[in-house]
């Protein structure tokens, strides 16, 4: 049939030949290379109302504009602006699903401060909901523990002001795209 797209042999892994897998790899350095996209429609798609005093974009955008204000490197600065991006993805553990996306782009430190940041952020609220605010004590042993008590204090729990002034989203493309470059992806930890 013309007109269709070049498609694997195989319907069973297994059965997949050396050309097959070239094939694959082909359309998945395409998805790579679209995956700034995808995370800057993730951004955008948080710009609704949720009960705070600005949207979670603006929240984010927030937190990435006062992180680049104090002199953070790129990869911190685009960690504050994505740090809730699991709130469209997976609300329930967003910090969890948010590390997990971004894990292959970032440092081991951002990946952590970004799984953990849930957590550390209870120290603000917890008491409120009848769970424990000290709950990131668990992890004050960690080497990255003060990183995250820092990223929090500085870049999320008071990034919720209205009045700030914050740079928008186009501000900070130019600097998704270059920590989300298919060339940054690291190899895969399999463990």
């Known amino acids: 049939m013309t007109g269709e797209l070049p498609t694997v042999t195989f319907t069973a892994m297994a059965d997949g030949t050396s050309a097959d897998y070239a094939l694959l790899e082909r359309y998945e350095q395409a998805e790579l ?34 992180a ?3 002199g953070e490197d790129e990869e911190t600065v685009v960690c504050a602006l994505v740090h ?3 709130d469209v993805l ?16 970032v440092s081991e430190r951002n990946h952590w401060i970004l799984r953990h940041h849930g957590v550390f952020q209870g120290v603000h ?8 605010p000290d709950a990131r004590d668990r992890y004050a042993g960690h080497p990255w523990y003060q ?26 493309e130019p600097l998704v795209r270059r920590v989300f470059h298919p060339e940054r992806v690291h190899a895969p930890d399999l463990t």
């Open 68 to 70: 680049h204000r104090a």
């Open 84 to 86: 809730d991006v699991g």
């Open 147 to 172: 990183a995250c008590v820092d990223f929090c204090a500085h870049y999320d729990q008071n990034s919720f002001d209205p009045d700030y002034p914050t740079e928008p989203l186009e501000f900070f």
């Open 125 to 132: 609220w917890f008491h409120h909901v009848g769970a424990d």
């Open 90 to 105: 997976a609300p329930a553990n967003h910090s969890e699903v948010v590390a997990a996306v971004v894990r292959p782009y």
């Open 33 to 66: 290379a679209r995956f700034p996209d995808r995370v800057l429609g993730w951004l955008r798609a948080m710009d609704d109302h949720t009960g705070y005093r600005v949207t979670r974009l603006g929240h984010s955008l927030q937190a990435a504009t006062r």
